[in-house]
């Protein structure tokens, strides 16, 4: 449904934008109808520019996107619109989503002139009851409030129910949860776990190992920019082979601490020798290690275990 292939994103940084930053290299990999994939990586390493770039709020700099078999970058005003009543996103701070002067259910009267301009009152008022019901929100708690006067949670469970009036194929979850409390955590996951039964794709954008294990089907790990292992999720967390990857596994970051640039502690790994800093955009291809298990290495044992000597 959702194909990424040799995806690459350069930003132009620095003074008069005369360098160039890396920040996703060559990345691909496909998201199925009912399947969540949770892309995993450090602070920087480009998750959030994929969401970007597969929702088209930042174009690509080389490689296709394609959705149901249409290359999104092709897609022009109606075909557009049409585009995102299947795909959407919501990010990591539900805050910045909605504007403070305006009531929060805005968001979705908002979808409501876009899309179903036709669409009678009574009927609108169905559809919204239901789509706060498949997000266990009360109507009564919800609508009509200003956005302070509802709690991060609430406000993120009202952004995927704006997503779901539009009955989206593709939801992209970037960071959902991270400024949720640890039991309104569950209830998004629940949340993303019956969406996905009723057949959405899901992308799953974290840097919290624990929580990309609960939900994926697939997993994506990216180390700065990189897709550096992926697969199966029970695949990858169960055998986790390249470096970075057990390294993460060894060192859930803590709560509220940043997590940023983890030094490898499993190697040596001549992928690492070669690429100390990984500014070579030519790192090595993902090889197969398992039945759906791939993983970037120079240095592949006989084993299919990477960072042999
Ligand atoms: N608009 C931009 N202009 C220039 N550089 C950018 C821009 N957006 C992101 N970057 C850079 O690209 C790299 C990847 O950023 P990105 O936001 O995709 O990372 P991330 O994995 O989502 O990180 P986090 O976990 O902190 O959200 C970073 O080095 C970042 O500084
Ligand atoms: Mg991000």
Not at 49 to 56: E, F, S, V, Y
Not at 78 to 84: C, E, H, I, S, V
Not at 154 to 183: G, H, N, P, T
Not at 287 to 297: K, Q, R, S
Request: charge should be neutral; aromatic fraction near 8%.
């Amino acid at each position: 449904m959702l194909k990424l292939e040799g995806v690459s994103k350069t930003y132009k940084v620095g003074a008069f934008a005369r360098q160039d930053l890396a920040a996703v290299r060559d990345v691909s990999f496909e998201l199925r109808p009912g399947e969540v994939v949770s892309l995993i990586g450090e602070s920087g390493s480009g998750k959030s520019t994929i969401g970007r770039m597969i929702l088209r709020l930042t174009s690509t700099t080389s490689g296709t996107i394609t959705f149901g078999g249409k290359d999104i970058a092709t897609l022009r005003r109606g075909a557009l619109r049409d585009y995102y009543r299947e795909a959407q996103g919501v990010f990591q701070d539900p805050f910045s989503t909605y504007n403070p002067v305006f009531k929060a259910d805005r968001v979705l009267t908002m979808i409501r002139q876009s899309y179903f301009p036709d669409v009678g009152d009574a009927d609108w008022r169905t559809r919204v009851r239901e789509a706060l019901a498949a997000v266990s929100l009360n109507p009564d708690l919800v609508l009509d409030k200003y956005p302070h006067q509802l709690s991060g949670g609430q406000l993120q469970r009202l952004l995927i129910a704006r997503a779901l009036l539009l009955d989206i194929k593709l939801l992209v979850a970037d960071e959902v949860i991270s400024m949720l409390d640890a039991s309104t955590r569950i209830d998004v996951l629940n949340l993303l776990a019956d969406l996905k039964e009723r057949g959405l794709a899901v992308l799953f954008i974290t840097h919290d190992l624990s929580l990309g294990n609960y939900l994926a089907d697939q997993t994506v790990i990216l180390r700065r920019g990189s897709i550096v292992e992926r697969g199966a999720t029970a695949e990858v967390f169960g055998d986790p082979t390249h470096p970075y990857t057990r390294t993460l596994l060894s060192s859930v970051p803590r709560l509220g601490e940043r997590w940023t640039d983890t030094e490898l502690e499993h190697g040596p790994c001549r992928y690492h020798q070669l690429h100390p800093d990984g500014t070579d955009p030519a790192g090595p291809a993902l090889a197969a290690v398992g039945d759906d298990h791939f993983v970037a290495c120079f240095a592949l044992g006989e084993d299919r275990k990477c960072g042999q000597p």
